[in-house]
């Protein structure tokens, strides 16, 4: 059975990477796919498996060749998500999660309209500074410049097919996940899934 591409999108902050990353943990059908990046790495992070680190030129030559089901510039960073290798994990019967932002989601829809879209967002924009501020990994500047950001990416809220609020993390996980288990009960994946046994019931 085919999977089922979900976006996943919130503010930096709104705890969106650290959610994911217990989903996959808790349900071994659904996969992050793996995008590619302009920005530099971070402690502890690992190229091929947090992103494919490219440089500019790099990246520039996959836009030219085709190669990004969408690709977005995210402050002074470029972002892409590779067409042929998502194609190749919903084949596989994964569930496969973009985290991308709402530019990327509208690019990724325009392509596969039926990819399942969805909002995380902080119980307050207090509570997202304090968690940005508590990252301790950028300055002041690149705080308020993310805050600035956060205003006009939750503007696009309603462009999603989900709203999940982040203000208590198991809650907010337990919501996710019955997203994805919920899509997989749908009409045409449970044909889909079930058909003989369908047909059987009826002949």
């Known amino acids: 059975m085919r999977g089922s591409l979900y976006i996943v999108s919130a503010p930096s902050g709104a705890g969106k990477t650290s959610l994911v990353g217990k989903l996959i943990e808790l349900d071994s059908r659904i996969i992050v796919s793996v995008s590619s990046t302009t920005r530099d ?3 502890g992070e690992e190229n091929g498996v947090n992103y494919h680190f490219l440089n500019l030129e790099e990246f520039q030559e996959k836009i030219a060749e085709g190669d990004f089901l969408e690709h977005a510039q995210v402050f002074d960073n470029f972002y892409g998500t590779s067409q042929s290798s998502v194609e190749n994990q919903l084949n596989s019967g994964k569930d496969v999660i973009l985290e991308i932002d709402w530019q990327g989601a509208q690019q990724v829809r325009a392509l596969m309209p039926n990819a399942i879209a969805i909002f995380i967002l902080p119980p307050s924009l207090k ?11 950028d300055s002041n500047e690149v705080i308020e410049r993310r805050m600035a950001e956060a205003v006009s990416e939750i503007s696009h809220y309603d462009e999603f097919d989900y709203i999940v609020i982040n203000n208590n993390f198991d809650i907010a996980l337990k919501e996710l996940h019955s997203i994805f288990s919920s899509g997989r009960l749908a009409q045409t994946k449970q044909v889909e899934a079930h058909n003989n046994l369908i047909q059987a019931m009826l002949d």
Do not use: A, D, Q
């Open 127 to 137: 509570e997202l500074k304090k968690r940005l501020t508590g990252r301790g990994t």
């Open 41 to 43: 790495k971070r402690p």
